[in-house]
């Protein structure tokens, strides 16, 4: 029967599609074409992917610039999802003109699959070489070219005390490694534990601690190491990088030094770890964090009112008083499309010394070296500046730099079971190691 | 509004849907000639249902087993390979341990706990009976995140000498002991057994509503005449109770076991799987998510699916069974 006969080829061909569509899929054909907004018509659109008051003072910072211009600034904010939503719309071959990269390693994979810009074409970078922040630039530089050029940035590589009770007790800020430990034994001999610590992160737990290991890494292996470990140069497990978690461990880890001790670390929300230093009585007094950490939301709210009298921050030393490596981060800024005037002028505003970023209370530091420090809104600030302008290597957050599965996985989760002494140092190091991607 | 809107719009679309389609399949099958109207006519009834399954179940299933042999993007093949380096590390290695462990002990548990309650509160006054269940039942209605959430706070750690805010150590430190971190005891499993606990609290609930009811379906003529044959409690429970409702405490077993099988919410939200608590479904959002290792996040799934249909299956058969038995 005729019916009958229609349904067995309707069955067929489910099957067939099903099969057909069970097979593996090609990695996405690679076609150029159209990018971003066209040339000339006066639009440009930035994706960038912080969110709240940073991503409002960031586009007030366009308002009067856009009125003189005549450019007008299409602001896509992907605060939750910036890797998800950049990563589709280059697949979908909807690129946006511009984009702030907070980490390097996806500006780095659409370097390598030539979606991105040299920057030359676009602005002058060895003139900005010398303008910004030294070793800032190389972040976003592939080959012997540069893609990203930070519109901001960050520094890590900062201890934070309570001014108060630190110059009460009559404490000295160290200028080396060896007269921080020499502190750090001074001040345990007090009684106080000297180091607050908190690597509790929800599902993110344990990368405070990474950050600790690459400063170290920076400090007792050194930048050329420190390239070589962070782009898998040498294995996670090097001897070079036992030699700087132990460091980090006699400093911060050992019995006595740290608040809750290394239990309570593991348990302590970073965003808080620094809190005690404020008590009346301190239960603790040196917390080595980011200076994200002065915006309001982390310190108490009394501390956050009067940070210039509360706050103390101090460069975290290098292993003599000239050697002064910093370990940051930046957002970086990458054109998609070279061919747009108006895109280069967005570039050369954003880079330029008027910028204003938003406010560096809401953690906003220019990395160029002329930027006016009498803009920023608290002594602290200029402080944190200071010791960005005085680097003598700047180096890109290395975790941030590895791939996924390492710098946001396996990483944080051996530094966590490290600590927490489900794993010897040797563990989990390995175990990273184990875990890096082929 | 818009929302209000789109969910409207939805059930409408849906439930509409399905009406025309059903209308639809029946108009057709009536066109057909009597005899075959009656052969056709179930098939259609069932058409969707078999589709749908299709559709959602087996064909992304048999997908999964598919990549489950491919790299980390499915766009080669690497044979046993992700089998083999999956089975081989020590990580995966306690995280299926964990998982083991929490199929031994949750289920069971969950089942004893919930017959205790059921048999206990069957013996109060109806309104004691009533009050009772109702608190034991609430948790039920939390969300396994909202779970989480809370007994993370119960678990919480502050170091010493600064307040405690989580309930254990509130106890412990007013004890004049020092504050644990509960969460990172890892000797001897501890931990592991503490985020079973948060489980178990959610779960007994519903093992003792549903053995609670088999309980009430026990005749008491058998439990009458087992009295006057000279059988004392502990006999009556477990020698004429127990085998009578034999069914639905399998039910309730085989259910939380499957259940813990998929254990995710709490673990991740609890420890994320650190302190060697890792469990099966939390390591396969790792590798899909953080690690963006598609080949290796199909091999758990494989895994998983593997230990579970045979579960399924027995159940399956226990229900017909029971069913054969009505």
């Not at chain 2, 309104?127 to 995140?145: C, D, H, N, W, Y």
Request: aromatic share 10%; charged share 15%; with cysteine.
């Amino acid at each position: 029967m005729g019916r009958r006969k229609a349904i067995q080829r309707v069955a067929l061909a489910a099957a067939v599609a099903l099969g057909a569509s069970a097979c593996l899929s090609d990695s996405g054909g690679d076609s150029g074409g159209s990018s971003g907004t066209k040339s000339g018509d006066g639009n440009v659109e930035i994706i960038f992917g912080f969110g709240g008051a940073q991503s409002k003072g960031f586009q007030a910072a366009f308002t009067e610039w856009s009125k003189t211009s005549g450019i007008k600034i299409k602001f896509t904010e992907a605060s939750q999802s910036f890797d998800t939503l950049i990563r589709t719309r280059v697949q979908a071959n909807n690129v946006p003109d511009i984009a702030l990269f907070p980490q390097p390693g996806i500006l780095k994979d659409f370097v390598a699959t030539n979606k991105m810009t040299d920057l030359s074409t676009q602005l002058d970078v060895s003139q900005l070489q010398s303008q910004l922040i030294s070793g800032v630039l190389d972040a976003g530089k592939v080959g012997d070219k540069y893609y990203g050029v930070p519109i901001s940035y960050n520094v890590k590589s900062l201890v934070f005390y309570p001014k108060k009770a630190w110059d009460a007790a009559g404490y000295k800020v160290p200028t080396t490694q060896a007269e921080l430990t020499s502190l750090t034994n001074q001040i345990k001999a007090s009684g106080t534990p000297p180091w607050c610590l908190g690597i509790e992160s929800g599902s993110a737990t344990g990368w405070p601690a990474t950050d600790w290991l690459e400063d170290e890494m920076l400090r007792t292996a050194g930048p050329e190491t420190y390239d070589k470990w962070v782009s898998h140069g040498i294995p996670f497990n090097d001897p070079a990088v036992k030699t700087a978690a132990t460091a980090f461990q006699n400093l911060v880890l050992a019995n006595g030094n740290v608040l809750g001790g290394t239990k309570g670390a593991v348990s302590t929300n970073f965003a808080t770890a620094g809190n005690p230093m404020f008590s009346a009585k301190p239960g603790c007094f040196m917390l080595k964090q980011g200076n994200f950490i002065t915006q309001s939301g982390f310190f108490p709210k009394n501390v956050v009112a009067d940070i210039d009298n509360q706050v103390g921050v101090f460069y975290f030393p290098g292993q003599d008083a000239n050697t002064k490596p910093v370990l940051g981060g930046g957002d970086l800024a990458a054109v998609f499309n070279g061919k747009d005037d108006d895109t280069k002028k967005v570039m050369a505003f954003m880079t330029g010394p008027d910028f204003p970023g938003w406010k560096d209370s809401d953690g906003f530091l220019s990395p160029r070296k002329d930027y006016d420090v009498s803009k920023y809104s608290s002594e602290l600030t200029r402080q944190i500046a200071d010791i960005g302008n005085k680097t003598t290597t700047f180096r890109f957050d290395g975790s941030d730099q590895m791939p996924g599965a390492v710098g946001s996985g396996s990483f944080w989760k051996g530094m966590t079971a490290w600590i927490s002494g489900q794993q010897s140092l040797d563990q989990a190091l390995s175990s990273i190691e184990q875990s890096w991607p082929s | 509004m818009i929302k209000v809107i789109n969910t409207l719009l939805a059930i409408v679309g849906g439930v509409g849907g399905a009406l025309v389609l059903y209308w639809v399949l029946n108009f057709i099958a009536e066109r057909l000639p009597g005899r075959w109207e009656d052969r056709v006519k179930p098939f259609f009834y069932i058409l969707p249902a078999v589709a749908a399954l299709g559709l959602y179940l087996v064909y992304p299933l048999i997908q999964t087993i598919i990549y489950s042999f491919a790299n980390n993007t499915s766009s080669a093949w690497v044979g046993f390979k992700n089998y083999t380096d999956l089975l081989t590390q020590r990580d995966f290695q306690i995280t299926l341990v964990n998982t083991l462990l929490w199929i031994a002990i949750a289920p069971a548990v969950v089942v004893a706990l919930g017959l205790a309650v059921a048999t206990l509160a069957d013996r109060l006054a109806p309104r004691a009976e009533q009050t009772a269940k109702t608190l034991i039942f609430l948790p039920m209605a939390v969300s396994g995140v909202a779970l989480a959430a809370i007994w993370r706070f119960i678990y919480e750690v502050r170091p010493a000498g600064q307040p405690q805010i989580g309930l254990l150590n509130a106890i412990v430190t007013k004890l004049g002991h020092d504050p644990v971190a509960w969460l990172q005891l890892s000797t001897g499993k501890t931990n592991t057994f503490l985020l079973m606990v948060v489980l178990i609290w959610s779960q007994v609930g519903f093992s003792m509503v549903l053995l609670s009811a088999a309980i009430k379906g026990v005749p008491d003529e058998t439990l009458e005449a087992a009295r006057i044959d000279g059988a004392n409690e502990r006999q009556v429970f477990f020698r004429i109770v127990v085998p009578q409702i034999w069914g639905t405490v399998i039910t309730v077993f085989v259910t939380t076991l499957i259940n813990v099988m998929k254990i995710f919410d709490i673990v991740y939200v609890m420890t994320g799987g650190n302190f060697n608590t890792n469990v099966v479904a939390v390591r396969f959002i790792n590798e899909l998510i953080t690690n963006g290792n598609a080949g290796r996040a199909a091999t758990i799934v494989v895994i998983l699916v593997i230990a579970i249909v045979p579960l399924m299956l027995y159940q399956v058969r226990n229900f017909r069974a029971q069913e054969a038995a009505r």
